[in-house]
């Protein structure tokens, strides 16, 4: 069982940055694969970025990728998305989320443990 807490959201203007966190209770984070997903209003929710219960390995969205950066730490038993450049497009909640499993997915349906969620607002 994961317990997990998003934090660090709120306003910033465009070009910015933001780093969100994600504390994780329970004893099986270190091995959990984590990843992150954002809804924004009106919209599905997507797919953002993830990395396995090493931090080897990451993936991420394309529309995201050289701006945001996922890490963990597991002694601390959270997870990071640095969030850098952002635009009125990164609007949305974000979400933290694991799976039991080996490497990364971009498949919510594989994650089975998600958090509150967490606002991010970027002003133009």
């Known amino acids: 069982q994961v317990q997990l807490v998003e934090s660090g959201g709120g306003l910033v203007q465009a070009g910015g940055s933001l780093r969100l966190s994600c504390a994780a209770s329970?004893?099986?984070?270190?091995?959990?694969?984590m990843g992150w997903f954002r809804q924004a209003p009106g919209k599905e929710r997507e797919f953002v970025a993830a990395?396995?219960?090493?931090?080897?390995?990451?993936n991420y969205e394309d529309t995201v990728k050289g701006r945001f950066t996922i890490s963990r730490d597991n002694a601390k038993n959270t997870l990071y998305l640095q969030m850098n450049s952002l635009k009125p497009e990164d609007t949305a909640i974000y979400y933290c989320?694991?799976?039991?499993?080996?490497?990364?997915?971009?498949?919510?349906?594989?994650?089975?443990?998600w958090g509150q969620g967490t606002q991010v607002t970027v002003s133009s």
């Open positions: 989320a694991a799976f039991e499993g080996w490497g990364t997915s971009r498949r919510q349906y594989e994650y089975k443990y």
């Open positions: 329970g004893r099986t984070f270190a091995t959990s694969p």
């Open positions: 990395i396995t219960w090493s931090g080897i390995r990451t």
